[in-house]
């Protein structure tokens, strides 16, 4: 059998047996997580109140508290057959990170063993997770760090056919306080945006005691066969394909966007809805996307902490889900050259401890102000820190969707539709008494009257748009965690807010009218940040050079981007709020660039093992064919009995020639490729990333256009690799 009888054979969907009547959702929803009502149910009054009290940012419990809980939840997991537990976090590489401890204990007299969970086991974790890269925070001797309960996320057990674990979301941090993760920098941005809001909202007479961010993440991603997946190393080893010609049916015809859902595919989302159900993840939306084989999830919002804890354990089971259906789930950002890569549109605002979303236009002058006064504190610190926002998107994957037609460009702007803009325009030039009619709902009142929320304006090639009661950040990857991003525009905004009061209540001293006062600081800031906003096509080459006029940073490269989290505006504003030290900032930009030069090495060492030991090896038996076919057509031209067509010889010739031609510019290039890597080896960390970016990415890319010319040519029973047209249309 040939090998290309043997790929097409492979697909293996799986059978399932029909549920007839399945049970609602509310019936089952969140089993798996110890929630505060079950918490509350096993736990006495005072306890209760002393975690609670913790949680909302007051002192960690008690010895004697944290022992009653962990009693309380190791009781309520065992009764749920958990046999061990594990705290669970954010590191700064990969997505999640778990060591599991078993419950049973020894008892001495018996040898026998019994389950035990203490308070100190559940506050405080030592994985002697020394291995982790710490950026040169922590030398080898000390390198140990420790995991510590985040009692903001509930408890949760995930489940395999033969067990279940205890998992207890953590954060992970230095003996010396040093963040190690992604969450606690979340934690504490959490920590900055409510202190800062609540000041500014007490200037305007309100009351609010809290205010926290809120974050919906639309996760993207694509499903293909596991069979033939195994049968691509560059699939397998770095998530995306490194060669292979296009399909000659991609997305033209737009015919996979929210299209009928495949029944196979629709069967792996009812496993996945049916898991994240049981944990407490509340998705809402899956639809087909762009690109063939395509698809999305979305939840419904949730605290930013809560919501980067459900879209990682979403990740985690959509990619296990899948290989129980005999398919695969690719989180890369772009898996497939010339169809649309993946995202994670992160959805973000703020809410008040009444649960009124800030974004949200009111219904009186007075809250509009307000709403009016937090969205130009977005807008003004996208202006001072877009760089931030774009380093959040940073990364080797990410790399090949910013920039290109079908992902927000690596230029960070603000969209904030029509009828917002007219209103940001006007109190800017300060002529808002004199706004029409139709401009706003009731003009009676002073200042600022109601106006109607716009929903129908749609920009979707802006990376920070204005959604009607949100913003949408739209460049970040699919496989990334969203902590960063939400940690930047808490901490970003937190400082605007703080500029923005302290201007405020600098000109209250010279003017009695609060309203007035406000809106002509408002002015002030809306022309300041005047250059991010952009309501046109961001896809537009015009925009680049204007863009360039405006002094907005256009950064493609990820060595690049990443470097915003070493200049001194970005640890001024960090270290003013808190969030991340000089330490830890300069300790994440090591990681995330070595990071990234690792995710390419590995990219190019694939790439040599599927040329040397798959390409080359079925292109050099074809060239024998052809050669020999070649000789024996010459031979034949001799026999003057034999009429061929004029040119019949030269045109064989020439498919030998070009056959020649690629195998021969595929070595070339190999052998240039790895002569740049032994360059870019000798330079330094930041040099290096910068010539992977600029060298070694367009390198591989000349190797794959000679393979892929290859793969159009040969006889698709040589071809070693599953077909794009393969892997993207057959289910
Ligand atoms: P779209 O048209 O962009 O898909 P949706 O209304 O479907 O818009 O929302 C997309 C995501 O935004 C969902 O996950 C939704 O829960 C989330 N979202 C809605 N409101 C907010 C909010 N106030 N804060 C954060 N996320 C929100
Ligand atoms: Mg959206």
Redesign the pocket.
Known sequence: MSSRNDITQKIEPVAFKKIETPAPVSSYYGVNTFSESAMREMISKETFKAFKKWQEGGAVISAAHADEIADAMKAWALTRGATAYSHWFHPLTGLTAEKHDSFINIVPDTQGVIEKFTGSKLILGEPDASSFPSGGIRATFEARGYTAWDPSSPAFITEVALGKTLCIPSIFISYTGVALDKKLPLLRSEAAVNKSAVELLKLFGSGVKQVYS?????QEFFLIDEAWCKKRADLMLTGRTLVGAPSPKGQQLDDQYFGSIKERVLNYMYDVCNEAFKLGIPV??RHNETAPHQYEF????ERSNLAADHNLLLMDVMKKAALRHNMMCLLHEKPFAGVNGSGK?V???L?DDLGN?L??PGDTPEENLIFLTILVCVVHAIMRHGDLLRAAAAGAGNEHRLGANEAPPAIMSVFLGEQLTKIVNMIESGKIEKAKKQDFVDLGVKLLPKFIRDTTDRNRTSPFAF????F?FRALGSSMNVSTTVTIINTIVADSMDIIRKRIKSELKNSKNFGSTVLKVLSAFIKESKPVLFEGNNYCDDWVSEAKKRGLPNTASTAEALRAFTVPKTIEVFERHKVLSKVELTARYNIWLDLYEKTVDIEVRTLSEMVNTQILPSAYSYQSDIAAGLELLRDLSDDMTIKMAEGALEDRQEVFENLTADIFYIRKNLKELDALLGKANALDQQEKASFFYSDIRPQMAHIRRHVDALEYTMPDELWPLPKYRELLFIS
């Open positions: 809120t974050c919906g993440p639309e809402s939306t979305a939840p419904i919002f549109h959805n973000w605002s809410s979303n974004l949200n959604t009607g009661t949100k949408e």
